[in-house]
Structure formats: C-alpha cells, structure tokens
C-alpha cells in the first residue's frame, strides 16, 4: 500500500512564526501535492510538483511556498503564519491522475 | 477555472436503502472521475474510480459516468450505518484534480 506520511498530526504555531509541514511519500510518485480544507470551500490546491526541485502554484498560493529537494519528499512552508492559515491541511501524491492520488493523515494547524 | 459540482446535501437515508451522490463538472477535456470518503477528522480516500462511460461496480459501490452529460454520480445500495461520512467527487485533467466540495451522508439506523 502506498504510504503519504505527513509529520505532525496537529500543529498549534504563533502569528508571524514561521511553518514548516513535511510530507513523505514511500512509491516513487513523480507528483505531490499540497491541499487545505476548509468547511464549506473544499480541497483548495496550494501548491504540487511534478519532479524534483519542480513546483507549480496552485489556486491559492499566497503566504505559502514549498521546498522539493528529493523526489520523496515535499514542503510546504508557511512564510509567516496568520490566523487565516488556521486549517486541515493535507498532502497527496500519484504518478498520474487518471490513477488517482493518496492522501496523507492530514496536519490540521491552529495559528493563534 | 474548472469547476465540479456536488449536491450538497446533507443527505439522510435509513439503512438498506440505496443513497445517491450526484456530480456535474465543467471541463469537457476531462478524462478520469473518482469517488473519496472522508470521514470526520480523517483524510480523503480513494474508493471508486471510472473512466468510461457507463456503470462501474464494486461491491456495492457503484460509479456513473456520462460524458455528454457531464456527470457522475455514486450509487451505494444497501447503506450500513458505517458508510456516513462526506463524499468528494474528484475530476482529473492532465495530472491535475478538481474536487467538489463534498456531500455529507447519514445513514439512519
């Protein structure tokens, strides 16, 4: 079975702290990605990458950014947490979509 | 900007009863449709997937598809109570997804 592995569960961070959420893929998927969910708006897409060192913005990239250094491996970086970055968020990866993409056990993040 | 489309319920059915999830997209170009279960506080999972038009079973999960339509649909024939949770519809185009923004299931025991 496919693991995505994200690394904290629940995160509680400060205003203006800086995030760091890591997500750890164990197939070899040459796509990651990183959601929020928010109720009543959904999955909104931050962030994905299709290849090492290769991201692409998503529908809602602002205050975030993201880091893939090795194919497993893909950030995502909060430059400077607001209480409006308060969320579930979730990472996901796949060769290709028409496959479909696991999730991992989603990080939910309060800022306060 | 593509858009997927579900009923947003919530939808109640008593148990044994067959419960219906609808899904209507906007991008003529998409090429696979997926069914995810989330369960309260849990992450999506992938539990159907259909690429064809037509009827797609799997136990007693079963996915609709019609192109020309634009549609989808999930059928789920003899509701357990274990089967409340939000349904996402998920459209793939290229190496993207375009979820719904779900549809809340109870099962009435």
């Known amino acids: 079975d496919v693991k995505v592995t994200q690394s904290s569960r629940y995160l509680v961070k400060r205003t203006g702290e800086k995030v760091f959420l890591e997500c750890v893929q164990d197939m070899d998927h040459e796509n990651m990605f990183w959601y929020r969910q928010d109720p009543g708006l959904g999955l909104r897409l931050i962030y994905f990458s299709y290849d090492v060192k290769m991201k692409e913005k998503g529908d809602i990239p602002e205050g975030y950014s993201v880091s893939r250094e090795k194919k497993e491996r893909f950030s995502l970086i909060l430059e400077s947490a607001s209480t409006n970055q308060t969320s579930m968020y979730l990472c996901a990866s796949g060769d290709r979509a028409s496959y479909g993409y696991t999730f991992g056990s989603g990080t939910r993040l309060t800022v306060v | 900007q593509k858009e997927v489309e579900q009923n947003s319920g919530p939808l109640s059915v008593p148990e044994g009863a067959i419960a219906s999830l609808n899904c209507t997209y906007s991008d003529r170009g998409s090429q696979s449709f997926f069914w995810y279960r989330q369960y309260s506080g849990k992450s999506p999972e992938l539990i159907m997937f259909?690429?064809?038009?037509g009827d797609k079973e799997d136990g007693r999960f079963t996915a609709q598809l019609n192109k020309a339509s634009q549609y989808v649909s999930l059928l789920i024939r003899d509701s357990q109570p274990s089967d409340s949770a939000t349904y996402l519809c998920?459209?793939?185009?290229?190496?993207?997804?375009?979820f719904g923004t779900g549809t809340s299931l109870t099962v009435i025991p």
């Open positions: 998920a459209v793939g185009t290229g190496n993207q997804f375009y």
């Open positions: 259909i690429y064809s038009n």
